[in-house]
């Protein structure tokens, strides 16, 4: 289903002008989120988000079309996975902001891949590097090529999605997802300096940490710790808590296994999914 300025597209084809920015340089936001039970899953999160990054490179924001959107979207549904885009819209040729923008406001909504919730993943380095100095790092922009290209990569070499380093060498993210690392009692994962999104999830997770006995330290990761953690997982909104079981084909120790488990529930619930099998 798919919705353009808050009307419905019955068939998925609409007139749009050719001039938009958001197709032609990129310049747009969007944010993924997860509809379980016909409730989208930490929608106010999303939405907080996606204001925060527009307000920095100044592009207007209609909160209330964009939850009203959500809303048209999940109603009714079960599970669903349901996009928000925003672009600039149209504008001039050249880079400058347009004086006077009229931003597009895209929706759209499928249904909940099956088998995605929870699933394990291999990783594999990818060549990309995230650069902390790069909005688009840390934001969910149009711009999303760095992740597409390593995404790619990593499946090209059997694995099913990216480790991306920094510019330093350290852990950054995957191509889709925040990484942690169970490092003895300490939940580690990169802090947003390192050139890694603010996920929604990752931020849940840190939030539910202490209930299952772990301590959440956001600092730097190095690949020799990643490697070596009692377990690691990635996070993201639609998959929500994903074990990572190797990197380059190397085994990734699940002796922490049962503690991924029980953070894995607790986000569930703070998610209104359903609970890991």
């Known amino acids: 289903m798919h919705r353009l300025n808050g009307v419905p597209v019955e068939d998925g084809a609409v007139a749009f002008d050719l001039s938009d920015r958001g197709l032609t340089l990129g310049d747009g ?23 925060a990054a527009a307000a920095e490179i100044r592009l207007p924001v209609d909160r209330g079309l964009l939850e009203a959107e959500a809303a048209a979207l999940a109603q009714g549904a079960a599970d ?15 880079l400058a902001f347009p004086g006077d923008p009229a931003p597009t406001v895209i929706a759209s909504s499928s249904p909940y891949p099956a088998g995605a919730l929870f699933s394990a993943v291999r990783l594999a380095q990818a060549s990309i590097r995230r650069n902390p100095t790069s909005f688009a790092s840390r934001a969910k922009t149009l711009c999303y090529l760095d992740n597409v290209m390593a995404f790619d ?23 889709m997802a925040n990484l942690f690392a169970i490092l003895g009692d300490e939940l580690v994962t990169p802090p947003l300096a390192e ?35 009692d377990a690691a997982f990635a996070t993201n909104s639609v ?9 380059d084909g ?24 359903p609970p890991p099998g």
Do not use: W, Y
Request: proline share 5%.
């Open 80 to 94: 669903v996975v349901i996009r928000l885009t925003v672009t600039r819209g149209a504008g001039a040729r050249g």
């Open 29 to 51: 936001l969007f944010e993924t989120i997860a509809v379980f039970g016909g409730r989208p899953a930490l929608l106010d999160a999303h939405l907080d988000r996606l204001a």
């Open 195 to 229: 050139g890694v999104l603010p996920g929604i999830i990752r931020a849940a997770a840190l939030e539910v940490a202490p209930t299952v006995g772990l301590e959440p330290v956001e600092r730097p990761l190095t690949v020799d710790e990643l490697m070596r953690a």
């Open 250 to 273: 190397a085994e990734i120790s699940g002796a922490a296994e049962p503690l991924i488990r029980r953070l894995a529930s607790a986000v569930a619930q703070v998610c209104g999914a």
């Open 153 to 175: 990569e990593a499946r090209t070499a059997g694995a099913d999605d990216a480790l991306m380093l920094n510019v330093a060498g350290r852990v950054g993210s995957t191509a």
């Open 239 to 247: 998959r929500l808590v994903m074990q990572v079981k190797a990197v």
